[in-house]
C-alpha cells in the first residue's frame, strides 16, 4: 500500500494535472451516481400513473391470451394477472383460453370484483393459429 502511494505521488510532482484529471473523473462519477438514485425515486414514487383507461377511451376493451390459470392468492398466472390489473383500471375484458370452465370461473371473479366493467370470454387453442381462417374464427 505503502508502495502504491509513493508512485501515486511520484505521479502527480511529474504530472501535476493529473490530480485535476482524477477529480474530475471522481466528481462525474458522483454525479452520475446521485442522477441514477433521482431517476429511481421518480419513476417510482413520484412520477404520475398514466391513466389508460383515458388514453385508450372509455369502454375499451383489452383481449388477454391465456388468462384462465392460477389462483388469486398465490401462484396467480401471468394473462390472469394481466386481466385483474386492466379490469381494476376500468378496461372490458376477453378472456381467452381452451377449457370453458376455467374461463367461466375467472370471468365471474373479475365480474364480482369490477361490477361496472363487461367480461366476456372466447374458447379458442392457440395451438391451431397456423390456420389461415384461425383468427377470423375468435370473432365469430
Ligand atoms: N407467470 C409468470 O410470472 C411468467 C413470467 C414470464 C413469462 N411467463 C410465460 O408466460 C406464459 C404463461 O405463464 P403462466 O404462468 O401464466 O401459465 P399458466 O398459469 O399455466 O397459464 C397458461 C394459460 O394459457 C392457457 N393456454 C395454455 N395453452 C393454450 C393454448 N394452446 N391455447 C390457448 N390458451 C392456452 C391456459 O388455459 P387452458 O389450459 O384452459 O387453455 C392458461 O389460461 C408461459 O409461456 C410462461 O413461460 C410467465
Excluded at 376493451?61 to 398465490?74: A, E, K, M, R
Excluded at 361490477?115 to 370470454?121: H, S, T
Aim: hydrophobic content about 40%; aromatic content about 10%; glycine content about 4%.
Amino acid at each position: 500500500m505503502d508502495h502504491l502511494q509513493t508512485i501515486y505521488i511520484q505521479l502527480l510532482q511529474k504530472f501535476p494535472k493529473l490530480l485535476t484529471l482524477c477529480s474530475l473523473l471522481g466528481a462525474l462519477l458522483i454525479l452520475s451516481k446521485i442522477l441514477k438514485t433521482l431517476r429511481f425515486v421518480y419513476k417510482n414514487f413520484l412520477r404520475k400513473r398514466r391513466n389508460l383507461l383515458q388514453r385508450y377511451g372509455e369502454n375499451s376493451w383489452v383481449f388477454i391470451t391465456g388468462s384462465s390459470d392460477g389462483n388469486l392468492t398465490s401462484n396467480i398466472g401471468i394473462g390472469r394477472a394481466f386481466a385483474h390489473a386492466f379490469a381494476k383500471r376500468g378496461f372490458n375484458i376477453i378472456l381467452c383460453a381452451r377449457t370453458e370452465s376455467k374461463l367461466q370461473k375467472v370471468q365471474e371473479e373479475l365480474q364480482t370484483l369490477n361490477p361496472k366493467i363487461q367480461v366476456r370470454y372466447i374458447r379458442a387453442d392457440f395451438a391451431e393459429s397456423h390456420r389461415p381462417d384461425f383468427f377470423d374464427s375468435l370473432t365469430e
